[in-house]
């Protein structure tokens, strides 16, 4: 436990003058305001305002993360083809943990501060009266929970295949979020990493503002179970997958 938390340590000392770091600061900044600026003037249910901040930070998140994880093995790369990186702990494995840990505690901070600034615009510029904190707190615990498998999944592309495939495969996901958001996914999106976001936050809010008939409430209870059961095997096993495949990685890529 020691020698993960100094690799932690040493991960952030690598990243702190990068632009890295800078993008978490920005980006939940500017999404935050610019959902401010698109909002003011229009209906302010409290139900729309939650749907619209969980459904552009859940469609965003697979684009993004696909380039932070690229930058992370891209520095990797440059710093010795990987070799700091299998090389720096023992067992090896604390490595890869380390940079998902990283990656997973920068996205606590950049979605709690995309919350913050946007609660903070709605509760003293568009005066938005009697706000429930409580429910962008848990739909963002929500979002924060379905980016794990997708960190664990964007950072294996970029080591195993390079930046630019996790760019365009966190493009891809940023389609297939906004799809499994449709009837497209409604059969479908249990069994769908990059639904379970959109999703999960989704049937959060529904249920909270009760944006149903009494008599589906049963069925939506059921489906968000049942979706928690399986993202959370789903993220168990493909970081069980991760971690083996790491173990045995030496560093090489697919196309060398």
């Known amino acids: 436990m020691i020698l993960l938390f100094?690799?932690?340590?040493?991960?952030?000392?690598?990243?702190?003058r990068t632009s890295f770091m800078w993008l978490h600061l920005f980006i939940p900044v500017i999404c935050s305001i610019i959902l401010i600026l698109y909002l003011n003037?229009?209906?302010?249910?409290?139900?729309?305002?939650?749907?619209?901040?969980?459904?552009?930070?859940?469609?965003?998140?697979?684009?993004?993360?696909?380039?932070?994880?690229?930058?992370?093995?891209?520095?990797?790369?440059?710093?010795?083809?990987?070799?700091?990186?299998?090389?720096?702990t023992f067992p090896k494995i604390t490595a890869f943990i380390s940079k998902v840990?990283?990656?997973?505690?920068?996205?606590?901070?950049?979605?709690?501060?995309?919350?913050?600034i946007y609660l903070i615009g709605l509760t003293f510029v568009l005066e938005v009266p009697n706000l429930s904190y409580s429910i962008f707190i848990t739909g963002g615990a929500w979002l924060v929970a379905s980016c794990i498998v997708l960190y664990l999944l964007y950072f294996f592309i970029s080591c195993k295949f390079g930046m630019g495939a996790?760019?365009?495969?966190?493009?891809?996901?940023?389609?297939?979020?906004?799809?499994?958001?449709t009837g497209l996914g409604d059969a479908i999106w249990k069994y769908n990493p990059w639904a379970w976001g959109i999703r999960l936050s989704g049937l959060?809010?529904?249920?909270?503002?009760?944006?149903?008939?009494?008599?589906l409430r049963p069925l939506l209870i059921h489906e968000m179970?049942?979706?928690?059961?399986?993202?959370?095997?789903?993220?168990i096993m493909i970081?069980?997958?991760?971690?083996?495949?790491?173990?045995?990685?030496?560093?090489?890529?697919t196309f060398e």
């Open 166 to 181: 996790s760019v365009l495969l966190g493009g891809a996901g940023l389609l297939m979020t906004a799809l499994m958001n």
């Open 41 to 88: 003037g229009r209906e302010q249910n409290q139900y729309q305002l939650y749907r619209t901040f969980t459904e552009v930070i859940a469609i965003s998140l697979p684009f993004l993360i696909g380039i932070l994880c690229g930058m992370t093995a891209s520095l990797e790369e440059r710093a010795g083809k990987f070799q700091v990186l299998l090389g720096s």
């Open 239 to 253: 970081f069980i997958a991760c971690l083996i495949w790491f173990h045995k990685w030496e560093g090489n890529r």
């Open 204 to 215: 959060n809010g529904i249920i909270h503002f009760k944006e149903f008939s009494e008599k």
């Open 6 to 16: 100094r690799s932690i340590q040493a991960d952030f000392q690598k990243m702190k």
């Open 225 to 235: 179970t049942n979706g928690t059961y399986l993202a959370t095997i789903g993220i």
């Open 101 to 116: 840990l990283m990656l997973i505690i920068l996205n606590i901070f950049s979605i709690s501060l995309a919350m913050i």
